[in-house]
Every structure is written in C-alpha cells, then in structure tokens.
C-alpha cells in the first residue's frame, strides 16, 4: 500500500512543513522584535515630550517671577517719577514767586535810589524817600538814643 513515491512526499511534507514552522517562528520572532523596538522608540517618545513639558513649565515660572519682578521695577520707577514730577512743579512755581519777588525788590531799590523809571515800565511817582529811612542802620541815629534792655525785661515780653 505505501508506495515509495508516498513516502517520499509523506518526508518533503514534514520537510516543507518543517520549514514552514521555521519561517512562523522567525517572523514572530521579527514581530517580537518590531514590538520590542515600538515599545522602547515609544517610551523615549515620553520621556522626550514629558522632559520637554517639565522645561516648559521651568520656564513659564521664571518668566512669571521675572514679570513679576519687573512689575514692580515699574510700580517703583512710576512712583518716583510722580514724586520727581510733583516735586518739579513745586520748585517750578517757587522759582516763578521767587522772580516776581526779584523783581518787586528789584523796582523798589531803583525807586529808593532815585531811579524814575522802573523795570517794569512804571514810574517812581510818589515822593523820593528819605535815604536814612531806607537803610536800617540809619534808623538808630533818629532817636539818638541808645536802645537799652536788661535781662530781667527781656522775658516779659
């Protein structure tokens, strides 16, 4: 019943299946492999973007400590200058009273001197005043007497 050409083909199929198995277990090996590999590439993809998250995050808290910083740098330096702007406008118009008073004082020695016209375009209308009474020291020598006080008055006043 068995003929040799039957037992031939019986071997080449245990040889050709034999290869066959050879074959799956060397593509899952590969499988194996390839899913090894897409484990590991997927892991340091992780890592990557979650290292890249983490140096986000670093530098989204400095750049809010250095705004914050700077925010206050501005609060301060807004708040000195108003001090230095109202502190001109002071000094702005003191220097404007000041110059008035100048020039008050200024148009009154001319008068006192005998000037007749005045700074200002006015005319020294009114009496010449009496030079004695324009310098202080002079005022001592109408009384002819000396002004006297002893320590006992000085505290009554």
């Not at 245990?14 to 066959?20: A, C, D, H, I």
């Given at each position: 019943m068995a003929s040799p050409?039957?037992?031939s083909s019986g071997s080449?199929?245990?040889?050709?299946?034999?290869?066959?198995e050879d074959l799956q277990a060397l593509m899952d090996q590969k499988r194996q492999k390839r899913m090894?590999?897409?484990?590991?590439?997927?892991?340091?993809?992780r890592m990557r973007k979650q290292k890249h998250l983490d140096d986000l995050t670093a530098q989204?808290?400095?750049?809010?400590?250095?705004?914050?910083?700077?925010?206050?740098?501005?609060t301060l330096t807004t708040q000195h200058h108003?001090?230095?702007?109202a502190e001109n406008s002071v000094l702005r118009t003191r220097m404007v009273?000041?110059?008035n008073r100048l020039q008050s004082l200024s148009e009154i020695l001319h008068c006192l001197n005998g000037n007749t016209t005045i700074t200002s375009g006015?005319?020294?209308?009114?009496?010449?005043?009496n030079n004695s009474f324009s310098n202080p020291w002079n005022l001592m020598y109408m009384n002819q007497q000396p002004i006297m006080a002893s320590v006992?008055?000085?505290f009554l006043y």
């Open positions: 050409g039957g037992t080449s199929l245990l040889q050709t299946s034999g290869s066959e090894i590999s897409n484990r590991e590439s997927a892991r340091r993809s989204v808290n400095q750049l809010r400590k250095e705004n914050s910083r700077i925010l206050t740098s501005l108003s001090a230095v702007e009273e000041l110059g006015l005319f020294c209308d009114g009496p010449q005043v006992g008055n000085m």
